[in-house]
């Protein structure tokens, strides 16, 4: 004689509700993992460069449209953002206002005050509406030796 074992209402519900929320979970899990996936290797906009050099008074950034690119302006980005790490680890953030545009290809972006020699990563954003995007990244080796341009350490970015 076999005892078939009919479980309740409330475990089975339990377990209905366990299950969904594990699969909601995995999926938001593959989403989000997709999502960091996809920003870290999408190629950036390989038309602009941009460079690092450093003065007695300031850390400066330029970015440009490659001289072989498509004419494109500056204003294409919308509004744009630099975000300078220094050295130290620290995070600098430059605005639309504190960028000066030199010409419809090129942006230059100033750090006042005398700078710290070290590797420094600068990342270029343009926006569309409420959203940024990365347009370029470098990452540069800096020395208060006058020379223009430092030591590229990334020879990927553009």
Do not use: C
Not at 24 to 39: E, G, N
């Amino acid at each position: 004689m076999q005892v078939t074992v009919v479980p309740s209402w409330p475990r089975v519900f339990a377990a209905g509700l366990i299950g969904g929320a594990g699969f909601y979970l995995l999926f938001f899990l593959v989403a989000w993992f997709w999502k960091l996936l996809r920003y870290r290797l999408e190629r950036r906009d390989e038309d602009w460069t941009n460079t690092a050099s450093m003065t007695d008074d300031a850390v400066v950034f330029v970015l440009e449209r490659r001289p072989e690119a498509p004419s494109v302006s500056i204003g294409d980005h919308g509004r744009m953002e630099v975000v300078v790490k220094a050295p130290d680890g620290v995070l600098r953030t430059l605005g639309a206002e504190e960028l000066q545009p030199m010409a419809d290809r090129t942006v230059v972006a100033r750090i006042q005050g005398p700078g710290q020699s070290g590797d420094y990563e600068v990342r270029w954003y343009g926006s569309r509406r409420k959203w940024y995007y990365e347009v370029t990244r470098g990452l540069f080796r800096l020395a208060p030796d006058g020379r223009a341009g430092g030591d590229r350490l990334d020879k990927r970015a553009g």
